[in-house]
């Protein structure tokens, strides 16, 4: 039997009395966008932060591969291949593209006494990675991270992550800040690292954005899950109404005056 990658059980989050997430079942296979919807507040941000070890459980299991494990701390969780990219892709304007691809993992080149940072082999496997994805504007390892593009960021920190190894890939609103354009980039990205057998974990706040690539949906409300589908067995309208909480479009309704512009706009939403 093929295990799913990861998978949660029955996974409770409490900080001191506040309840956060409620028993969470959910798994995610190799190969697979699973798109993790739901309003502000929802629990989004918490449950990856579960997956990342960043927080523990406060009940349940985490799998990997079928089998139970738990992380101290987030290093635990990046060396089993979990890597979280962060929203404007976590990197340091003033570095290079090639130094901060080895950020923590760099190539050293013998030299006499002394070890030196291996400056080009660094920038063309930084290069080389990035351009793989299909970012072929990024051809200078010298180039400094500061000069790029919001999409051409995340799309070197998701190249970086696949590079050295992740299984799984934790992208928590990778498009929120992007234009059109760039927010396509990052998708092609996203279809590109299934394509290459990695699970893919994509939060987003855009239906359009998630049902363009996501295979598996599951919308948290209030901490708990709401709802767990494949891609094709719910419509874009109720997609839209559950990661709105399922009440937004309602409650818009009751606050509208009948004779203002905005409520035929929001009857027209409904
Ligand atoms: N360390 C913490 N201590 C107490 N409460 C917390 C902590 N972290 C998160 N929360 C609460 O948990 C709830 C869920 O927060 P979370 O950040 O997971 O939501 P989210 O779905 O990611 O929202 P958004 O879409 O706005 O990013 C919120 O009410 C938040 O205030
Ligand atoms: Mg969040």
Partial sequence: MVHPVLELKNVNKSFGPIDVLHDISLSVKAGEVLCLLGDNGAGKSTLIKTLAGVHKPSSGTIKMDGETITFDK?????????ATVHQFGGTFPLMSIGRSFFVGVEPVKKFGPF??????????????AVQSFGITRIDDGDRLIGGLS???RQALAIARAVHFGARVLILDEPTAALGVKQASHVLRIVMEAKKRGIAVIFITHQVTHAMAVGDHFAVLIRGALAANFMRGERSREEITDLMAGGEALADLDDHMEPSSNQSAAAASLA
């Avoid at 987030?74 to 979990?82: E, F, H, L, N």
């Avoid at 070890?115 to 080389?128: G, H, I, L, S």
């Fill in 74 to 82: 987030p290093k635990d969780a990046a060396d089993r291949g979990i």
């Fill in 150 to 152: 919001g999409g051409e």
């Fill in 115 to 128: 070890k030196v940072f291996d400056r080009k082999t660094a920038n063309e496997t930084a290069v080389k």
